[in-house]
């Protein structure tokens, strides 16, 4: 994720970062302007179609489709973010409930008890990393390893790894309430952060695995390049090589906004403004160690 100042200005204005969308719709700025380009040619010089022509309707027909070009967009955008949010808002809990388990574990655990805080120590920050990982779409990699898990040599990389982090963390607490460490009711006061623990990757599942309705995708991106590639059509009459620059800045607003909308709406990758899952990992394994010192 991209930390930056955000009363800045002119650094938004002037610096090109690596994750501007001006980079990546360059070539098709390019092609959208040598076809304006082409366009302008035929009717001008070639064709010398009249200023009467009907073609000089066409722009009409983009200012009625102007307003419902932008409702889609305003409502792929938002729906977008809306994800991106969900996603931070959920690893904002992981972050919360594992402070929270691990509080609560320092106070029923005795101090001198290395052997159960370390397993703590070792578990609660392995499942924000299994969690991470299994967003990555790394489970493929792991269930092609002929050797056991580096972390845990238990697990069973064909299954679902936050899973079975989540299982032995049960399977250790229910220990400690037969070895009469820990009373029932601690238990119970235990297993609440325990299942939000699953319920969050469930929440995180959601977002990754159900993208945006497909019609609905396909119809924004053919709605645009119509709009867009019918454009030189009818200002070549009125603007003539204005066009050109016209339809370069359109391609570039409508198409950003397009490609904003499909970088957020997966907030659990490695794109620029994805979420850093990797740092939040690391506090938690910080904040965790401290806490079980």
Same mark, same amino acid.
């Given at each position: #994720? ?22 990546? +719709? ?16 035929? $009717? ?7 200023? %009467?022509?009907? @073609? ?5 027909? =983009? ?22 949010? $969900? ?40 499942? &924000? ?7 990555? %779409? *790394? ?9 056991? =898990? ?22 250790? @607490? %229910? ?25 969050? !990757?469930? /929440? !995180? ?27 030189? +059509? /009818? ?12 339809? &370069? ?13 499909? *970088? ?7 794109? $620029?403004?994805?979420?850093? #899952?990797?740092?939040?990992? $690391? ?5 965790? =160690?401290?806490?079980? &010192?």
């Amino acid at each position: #994720m991209i930390n930056y100042n955000t009363q800045g200005w002119f650094p938004f204005i002037f610096r090109f970062h690596k994750a501007d969308t001006i980079r990546k +719709l360059l070539p098709a700025i390019i092609i959208t302007c040598l076809f304006a380009w082409l366009v302008v040619y035929l $009717e001008l010089a070639y064709l010398q179609l009249p200023g %009467n022509s009907y @073609i000089k309707n066409i722009p009409a027909m =983009h200012s009625l489709l102007g307003f419902a070009i932008s409702m889609l967009l305003v409502f792929r955008t938002n729906t977008a973010y809306d994800r991106w949010w $969900e996603g931070r808002k959920l690893w904002g809990s992981l972050v919360n409930n594992s402070r929270n388990l691990a509080i609560k574990l320092n106070t029923l655990l005795h101090y001198d008890d290395d052997k159960n805080r370390s397993f703590f120590k070792k578990l609660i920050p392995l499942f &924000a990393d299994e969690l991470r990982l299994h967003l990555l %779409n *790394e489970r493929t990699r792991l269930a092609l390893d002929i050797t056991p =898990h580096p972390e845990i040599p238990d697990f069973d990389t064909s299954k679902h790894i936050p899973n079975q982090v989540v299982m032995l963390l049960m399977t250790k @607490i %229910n220990l400690l309430y037969r070895d009469e460490k820990i009373t029932g009711y601690q238990m119970l006061m235990l297993n609440n952060e325990i299942q939000s623990f699953l319920d969050i !990757c469930g /929440g !995180c599942e959601r977002i990754k695995n159900t993208p945006i309705p497909y019609s609905y995708s396909v119809f924004i991106k053919k709605f645009l390049f119509l709009y867009i590639i019918t454009m030189p +059509l /009818g200002f070549a009459l009125t603007l003539g090589y204005l066009t050109i620059p016209v339809v &370069a800045f359109v391609t570039y607003v409508l198409g950003s906004l397009e490609m904003i909308a499909e *970088e957020i709406e997966d907030p659990f990758g490695k794109d $620029e403004n994805d979420l850093p #899952m990797q740092r939040m990992s $690391e506090n938690i394994r910080k904040n965790i =160690h401290e806490i079980l &010192a």
